[in-house]
T-cell receptor, first 114, second 115 residues
Framework: GDSVTQMEGPVTLSEEAFLTINCTYT??????LFWYVQYPGEGLQLLLK?????DKGSNKGFEATYRKETTSFHLEKGSVQVSDSAVYFC?????????????FGQGTTLQVKP | GAGVSQSPSNKVTEKGKDVELRCDPI?????LYWYRQRLGQGLEFLIY????????KSGLPSDRFSAERTGESVSTLTIQRTQQEDSAVYLC?????????????FGPGTRLTVL
């Protein structure tokens, strides 16, 4: 079945550092890809998404490009802030039949220090 | 309008008891999803609804789990004869329609602890 693999955390960076969180997937069809974020004490919320190959999703300075050839959707940000500290989840929509069902990676904890 | 709400926010129960978890989706959202998040793990899909119909129940961990939805409104997830391995955060999400490209909006979750 479809699956998502994320780099393990925690990731600790200094403020203004460059961030990359790796995400790769396996899918039999053509899923949509998502990054969700969970800030401390808050619920899960969509950060960005891409629905087809070569699409780039972007939001709040974060971006990720849907790479079909490498089955990847790596999350990047050029200059992180302390407020970006959170758990980041990569997810794909199950390609088995347009049900919207999401398959999530394990999550990567990011801690940004001032 | 308001986002997805869930109740209770925390539930502590004894092994063997039944529990009911409630989800109120965003008004007008036809699709509703339940997920489970065990400590230190990613989210695990349980079940989805299109309106009040649940076409695929294969994600439910065992026959102790069941879910229902009233029209395009409230959904309840029921766990009978709870076990310690049921301890997790149960998350509900809704989206405007049942589609792979649509954004799901998540509730704050219900943290279930089975003693």
């Amino acid at each position: 079945g479809d699956s998502v693999t994320q780099m393990e955390g925690p990731v600790t960076l200094s403020e203004e550092a460059f961030l990359t969180i790796n995400c790769t997937y396996t899918a039999t069809g053509y899923p949509s890809l998502f990054w969700y974020v969970q800030y401390p004490g808050e619920g899960l919320q969509l950060l960005l998404k891409a629905t087809k190959a070569d699409d780039k999703g972007s939001n709040k300075g974060f971006e990720a490009t849907y790479r079909k050839e490498t089955t990847s959707f790596h999350l990047e940000k050029g200059s992180v802030q302390v407020s970006d500290s959170a758990v980041y989840f990569c997810a794909l929509s199950d390609s088995g039949g347009n049900t919207g069902k999401l398959i999530f990676g394990q999550g990567t904890t990011l801690q940004v220090k001032p | 309008g308001a986002g997805v709400s869930q109740s209770p926010s925390n539930k502590v129960t004894e092994k063997g008891k039944d529990v009911e978890l409630r989800c109120d989706p965003i008004s007008g959202h036809t699709a509703l999803y339940w997920y489970r998040q065990r400590l230190g793990q990613g989210l695990e899909f349980l079940i989805y609804f299109q309106g009040n119909s649940a076409p695929d129940k294969s994600g439910l961990p065992s026959d102790r789990f069941s879910a229902e939805r009233t029209g395009e409104s409230v959904s309840t997830l029921t766990i009978q004869r709870t076990q310690q391995e049921d301890s997790a955060v149960y998350l509900c999400a809704s989206s405007i329609r049942l589609a792979d490209t649509d954004t799901q909006y998540f509730g704050p979750g219900t943290r279930l602890t089975v003693l």
